[in-house]
């Protein structure tokens, strides 16, 4: 939440500045006749130190003479100093009232702001249709800021729609305006076909360049990535390094794969565990399926089966196949604990249905040796879990760890 709140103070700084109207003196003198307008300009100046010291309270006094004279400008204004605690006492509660007022009288930053407290919940109850509405009426005026959340929304399908054309839409206006998340997201819309058309010969590769030498994690991370499809691991690993300063638990997780193997980087698998143990720390299943393959192999470490069918279970529980078919192996084998076919059978199913197909033979066989009630009933329980854990994919990975 500290970062989306920091996104949003700098979309409020690069958004919402007025230019000057005059100079100092004439600035103050009609100001201080009650000239809204230069009173918000006055606002601006102190806020940002321009020809004079800088002075958050001063600044926030004459934002709040100009907003409640009705100027939109200042009213969106004074929303972001109590969203902040610019100057004022923060209060979301105040900040939403003062975007609202700005809002309705169509100030697209306002619009924007207001969107996003609803998004988050801040100063009123978590709404994401009424956060699309808003979103989108910032959007259509051209504020950058608002197109990239609103086509997150309709991606996601948080505000009720999945619409896939109006997602790659709003996340190309803002790509076209060097948004960097935004040329991500577009670059996966296009990677997974979700985009009408496929985009110029070449534009993913682009986008995610563009992206990431812009600093955004997730691009680099997939930028990375590509590189390592296309043979060229030396520089995959540069990515992934890149990404892995920023924790990001993808690059942090492939990058430990390349010490584990050797691949662009000397063999260590001491540090390869320790880059797997920082992406399992921010909840990334495949890292806690590799440290379970770790202690299962003896990598690095003394073979502990208690330690591997431990972290084997972690990334089943979040949903990752792999994991899934590795923890039914160990409890059909008895290894780290005590041989059950009909949780490994439980297991097996789970991984079957979330496409693993290397043990096909292995659930058919175990399938048979069972009572057919018994496997009617692990595939009903099967049902029941897959209702309440969403299968992790390169797809999920791609979302869960590209927007924020």
Same mark, same amino acid.
């Given at each position: 939440m500290r970062k989306v709140i920091g996104l949003l103070l700098i979309a409020f700084i690069m958004i919402a500045a007025p230019a000057a109207a005059g100079t100092l003196d004439e600035d103050r003198r009609a100001a201080e006749a009650g000239d809204a307008s230069a009173q918000n300009v006055m606002g601006n100046r102190y806020m940002s130190g321009r020809e004079v010291p800088k002075d958050l309270s001063e600044s926030a006094r004459w934002f709040r003479l100009a907003a409640e004279q009705g100027h939109a400008g200042a009213q969106n204004n004074l929303g972001a100093a109590y969203f902040g605690g610019l100057g004022v006492k923060q209060d979301y509660n105040q900040a939403a009232v003062w975007f609202r007022k700005a809002a309705e009288q169509g100030d697209g930053a306002a619009q924007y702001q207001l969107g996003s407290m609803y998004q988050y919940g801040l100063g009123q109850p978590r709404d994401i249709a009424k956060a699309a509405h808003w979103y989108r009426l910032a959007a259509d005026q051209g504020v950058s800021f608002a197109q990239g959340p609103l086509g997150w929304i309709y991606l996601s399908g948080a505000g009720g729609e999945i619409n896939y054309p109006e997602a790659a839409r709003w996340f190309r206006k803002a790509a076209e305006r060097g948004e960097a998340r935004c040329q991500y997201m577009l670059a996966v819309m296009l990677m997974s076909g979700m985009s009408e058309g496929a985009g110029r010969p070449g534009e993913t590769f682009e986008l995610m360049m563009q992206s990431a030498t812009k600093g955004y994690a997730p691009a680099q991370y997939i930028l990375g990535s590509m590189l390592d499809r296309g043979g060229r691991g030396n520089e995959a690993v540069k990515w992934y390094e890149v990404a892995a300063r920023q924790n990001h638990p993808p690059a942090l997780n492939n990058l430990a794969v390349h010490y584990a193997l050797g691949l662009g980087?000397?063999? %260590?698998?001491?540090?390869? !565990?320790?880059? *797997?143990? @920082? =992406?399992?720390?921010? +909840?990334?299943? #495949?890292? !806690? %399926?590799?440290?379970?393959? !770790? *202690? *299962?192999?003896?990598?690095?470490?003394?073979? %502990?089966?208690?330690?591997?069918?431990?972290? *084997? =279970? #972690? +990334?089943?529980?979040?949903?990752?196949?792999?994991?899934?078919? %590795?923890?039914? +192996? !160990?409890?059909?084998?008895?290894?780290?604990?005590? @041989?059950?076919?009909? @949780?490994a059978l439980y297991w097996l199913q789970i991984a079957a249905e979330g496409g693993h197909k290397d043990d096909h033979a292995t659930l058919a066989a175990l399938e048979s040796s069972l009572p057919p009630d018994f496997v009617d009933n692990t595939k009903k329980r099967v049902r029941e879990w897959q209702a309440k854990t969403p299968y992790w994919s390169d797809f999920t990975e791609m979302l869960v760890y590209g927007w924020y």
């Open positions: 980087v000397a063999k %260590n698998y001491a540090t390869a !565990m320790q880059l *797997y143990q @920082k =992406a399992a720390a921010h +909840g990334h299943p #495949r890292a !806690m %399926n590799s440290i379970g393959f !770790m *202690y *299962y192999k003896g990598q690095g470490v003394e073979v %502990n089966y208690s330690e591997a069918i431990k972290w *084997y =279970a #972690r +990334g089943a529980a979040a949903g990752f196949p792999e994991a899934c078919k %590795n923890l039914a +192996g !160990m409890i059909l084998e008895g290894k780290g604990a005590a @041989k059950d076919a009909t @949780k």
